[in-house]
């Protein structure tokens, strides 16, 4: 079984930077890819971005293409969301997941990923 833990979130002003992690063990990611989604009150979980771990190519929701930045540290089994000019709207729980045998153009659903961290929150006043 794989167990993802998140870390890093916490509050920051408009317009600031923030980086989340989320730390894997249990099992190796060969073959995997890792994601990031994010759920704010009341509305559906959303898909931000996600990374394979091999190749390490990566995809990303349009709403935060140019503004966050996924990587993967193989050697920490490490996963990491870096979030810069962050918006209020931003304000959400955000959650790592990870699955495997997931083609491209699935990347971003979340029924592709089988394992999901409990989520950290990043809130972003104005």
């Known amino acids: 079984q794989l167990q993802l833990v998140e870390s890093g979130g916490g509050l920051v002003q408009t317009g600031g930077s923030l980086r989340i992690s989320c730390a894997a063990s249990?099992?190796?990611?060969?073959?995997?890819?890792m994601g990031w989604f994010r759920q704010a009150p009341g509305k559906d979980r959303e898909f931000i971005a996600s990374?394979?771990?091999?190749?390490?190519?990566?995809l990303y929701a349009d709403s935060v293409k140019g503004r966050f930045t996924i990587s993967r540290d193989r050697a920490k089994n490490t996963a990491y969301l870096q979030m810069t000019s962050l918006q209020p709207e931003d304000t959400a729980v955000y959650s790592c997941?990870?699955?495997?045998?997931?083609?491209?153009?699935?990347?971003?659903?979340?029924?592709?990923?089988?394992?999901w961290g409990q989520g950290t929150q990043v809130a972003v006043s104005s």
């Open positions: 990374i394979r771990w091999n190749g390490g190519d990566t």
């Open positions: 249990g099992r190796s990611l060969t073959n995997g890819a």
């Open positions: 997941t990870a699955g495997f045998g997931i083609i491209r153009s699935s990347m971003s659903s979340s029924n592709q990923y089988a394992y």
